[in-house]
């Protein structure tokens, strides 16, 4: 009896490890988005989060860039929105490589919060003969509000980094061709039964000086800062803090006195 459930029992080992890999591999790919038809190509991208270039979805890029660049896009995303992102970066054959290289896409919200990738290549690995490599990334669906602890995507702006991680340090520079592409789905939003008071995109305008409404306005001189001071500006305003501190010295005070009369030796 063991001698014919043995080899059934290795038979099914062997091959739960095919079936689960069989089921994870498909909904680890990540499908090309669809260009929207009569979409302006976008040729350029930026090199942090402010100079970030705004691309819609359905929008293609194209552009040339260079081995070791920062690119970022900036793309917003409403309640319900399921977004991914595909990225190809194609090595002009003219172009020596000396080693392999490592890409990386990564996607930020409007509060620069890194987002995870549900599906798609996020950090592939070029050979050095490769001509090309391609990247992916796939959000979860924009929640329409979360908890304030929560790390879930909610409504705003969006922020899509690219850039190489690992490469040898004689292929920096070398150039490189970058096609990326937004597909955005509508998953629904009606199971949050919430809504955001308002979109995670703060206002960035650098060199401005924010109110407190969030709007910017003209930078204060340091002439006009200081005419408004007086003399004794520096003096905190009086609170229960100098009660305490004045309690206090008087305290250590009476403390060494007493503590000088018993050490104190009478003559």
């Not at 650098?206 to 001071?229: E, M, N, R, W, Y």
Request: aromatic fraction near 8%; hydrophobic fraction near 45%.
């Amino acid at each position: 009896m063991r001698t014919r459930i043995r080899p059934a029992v290795v038979a099914a080992a062997l091959a739960v490890p095919a079936v689960l890999l069989g089921v994870l591999t498909p909904a680890a790919v990540l499908a090309a988005p669809t260009p929207s038809p009569g979409a302006t190509p976008l040729d350029r991208a930026g090199t942090s989060f402010l100079t970030a270039a705004p691309v819609t979805a359905g929008q293609p890029v194209r552009l040339d860039a260079s081995t070791g660049d920062y690119l970022y896009w900036s793309f917003p995303g409403a309640a319900g929105d399921v977004t991914e992102i595909v990225a190809t970066l194609r090595f002009p054959v003219g172009a020596k490589r000396t080693g392999a290289s490592t890409w990386s896409i990564e996607v930020f919200d409007g509060l620069r919060r890194r987002q995870a990738c549900t599906a798609g290549a996020q950090t592939p690995t070029a050979a050095r003969d490769a001509t090309e490599v391609r990247l992916g990334c796939g959000l979860r669906r924009v929640r329409s509000w979360a908890e304030p602890w929560s790390g879930d995507p909610l409504p705003g702006t969006y922020y899509a980094k690219l850039s190489v991680v690992e490469l040898p340090e004689a292929d920096l520079g070398l150039p490189v061709e970058v096609d990326l592409l937004i597909g955005t789905t509508d998953g629904g939003s009606d199971a949050d039964d919430g809504e955001l008071r308002a979109p995670l995109a703060p206002p960035a305008r650098p060199g401005a000086v924010l109110t407190a409404s969030g709007q910017s306005g003209a930078s204060p001189s340091p002439a006009a800062a200081g005419d408004d001071g007086g003399v004794f500006d520096w003096v905190p305003a009086f609170s229960t803090r100098w009660l305490w501190t004045t309690v206090g010295g008087v305290l250590a005070a009476v403390a060494g006195v007493f503590g000088f009369s018993l050490t104190w030796r009478r003559r």
